[in-house]
């Protein structure tokens, strides 16, 4: 099992600060939160992405992911879509990043409108993602938070471009179990973000084991080479505790729940 966490969890973080941190509690990668307001994002010059990447390989960390916000089930025109999925993707490329993250967006949408827009322009953008090394993500969240509702859209988008990010909070809030979120994503899955709260009703973020998710059973259900990233929400609540405290226990658990799903039966897959 491989290991990242989000920096979403250190808002506005320096990228060296960052992978100093994740080298230093054993986190392998990072997903990059592509905003304006943190060090790097779709509008970034050639020369702060190029020392960026220098200073995660310095550090020894890869970036797992770009986190953009792009919403492809959403109203409107196509191209403005379009065009932030291919700047996405090519700084996902610069960055030497496997993965784009993207959400859905349909809002109040119609179940087959919001499915189709998400399915028109994931087909549209797919191609392009491909040929540059990348894999646009769809996660589960807002209008399609269950596997099965991504999986609407991915089995008709049907290109290895395009895939799933399994958030376990959506998919939890969405009713799914874990084995009914990995029936219906194994097949278009990238990675899984991670993360603990105290309830549906309480989703202040917590450290990995201190909450109610269900992450024992979503470890299992991963592949023993698979991705686990923590996305710990620190910049919507600020009043949470600071993430690096918690880093090197949330890893620990993480590693404790793989090594006990190793040495079960595992799970149906």
């Known amino acids: ?14 990228l060296d600060r960052s992978a100093a941190l994740a080298a230093a509690h054993g986190f392998d990668g990072l997903e990059l939160r592509a905003h304006p307001e943190e060090p ?17 390989t310095a550090a020894g960390v890869t970036v797992l992911g ?39 967006g349909g809002g109040d949408l119609p179940e087959a409108a919001a499915d189709a827009h998400a399915v028109r322009r994931l087909r549209a953008a797919a191609p392009f993602a491909e040929r540059h090394g990348v894999r646009i993500l769809l996660e589960t969240h807002d209008s399609h938070r269950t596997g099965a509702a991504a999986v609407r859209v991915l089995d008709r988008v049907a290109h ?3 895939g799933a990010l ?5 998919t939890w809030l969405g009713g799914e179990s874990p084995a009914e979120s990995w029936r219906a994503l194994a097949a278009h899955l990238g990675y899984v973000q991670v ?73 149906a897959r």
Do not use: I, N
Request: charged fraction near 25%.
């Open 1 to 14: 099992m491989r290991y990242a966490f989000s920096t979403l969890g250190l808002p506005g973080t320096p």
């Open 40 to 56: 790097l994002h779709p509008a970034s010059p050639t020369a702060e992405r190029a020392a960026g990447l220098r200073a995660l």
């Open 66 to 104: 770009v986190a953009g916000y792009a919403r492809v089930a959403a109203a409107g025109a196509d191209e403005p879509v379009l065009a932030e999925l291919r700047a996405l993707v090519r700084l996902a490329a610069d960055l030497e990043a496997p993965y784009v993250r993207v959400f859905p």
């Open 160 to 162: 290895p471009g395009a």
């Open 166 to 170: 399994w958030d376990v909070l959506h």
């Open 195 to 267: 993360k603990d709260v105290a309830s549906a009703r309480e989703l202040t973020p917590l450290g990995l084991g201190a909450g109610v998710l269900p992450l024992a059973e979503v470890v299992a259900a991963v592949p023993r080479d698979g991705w686990l990233c923590w996305e710990y929400e620190k910049r919507w609540y600020p009043d949470a505790a600071e993430l690096p405290g918690r880093l090197a226990r949330g890893r620990e658990h993480l590693e404790r729940l793989a090594a006990r799903a190793s040495s079960g039966p595992g799970p």
